[in-house]
């Protein structure tokens, strides 16, 4: 738990100055916006992040989608049943050990890519930013996660 330092100001108490509200926003922002472009192809945001995985590197295990996308498999195993009804991946167990199940695009799937390649450019044009803008925010925000994600040391390490 953080020290309890007095704050320097009470704008630090201000839903305007929070990093969490700035984000948390920016992300329902986002995701309005990819909505009409997603819904053309028939997938949800969930469902795109998977396929832009998928398309990087196909055949993957869930637990690697997993933890790429920052899903637990009771999120993601829901989602990958839905896209299989949907025809763009299939779910395999593997052979070497079946507790393990693959993620594999189908032609479906492999397809969607050519449909979705627009949505970044749509993206880019929305944000009025530069493609090196976005970017550098991208490894901010990034970094950001790493920061946040990253085990507490225990007082007595300090």
Do not use: N
Request: glycine share 4%; proline share 6%.
């Amino acid at each position: 738990m953080p020290s309890a330092a007095p704050l320097l100001d009470e704008r630090a108490q201000q839903l305007d100055h929070q990093l969490c509200f700035a984000l948390y926003s920016a992300s329902l922002a986002m995701t309005k916006l990819y909505k009409p472009l997603l819904d053309q192809l028939g997938l949800t945001y969930p469902q795109y992040l998977v396929m832009l995985v998928l398309w990087e590197r196909d055949a993957l295990m869930v637990s690697e989608l997993g933890e790429r996308l920052f899903l637990d498999s009771g999120t993601l195993t829901p989602l990958l049943k839905r896209m299989e009804a949907a025809g763009w991946l299939l779910r395999q167990r593997d052979t070497a050990d079946e507790r393990r199940v693959r993620a594999t695009l189908t032609d479906a799937g492999r397809a969607l890519r050519q449909q979705a390649a627009g949505i970044p450019a749509c993206v880019l044009q929305q944000s009025q930013c530069t493609l090196d803008e976005l970017q550098a925010l991208t490894r901010q925000v990034q970094q950001l996660r790493g920061r946040l994600t990253a085990p507490i040391p225990s007082p007595a390490s300090l």
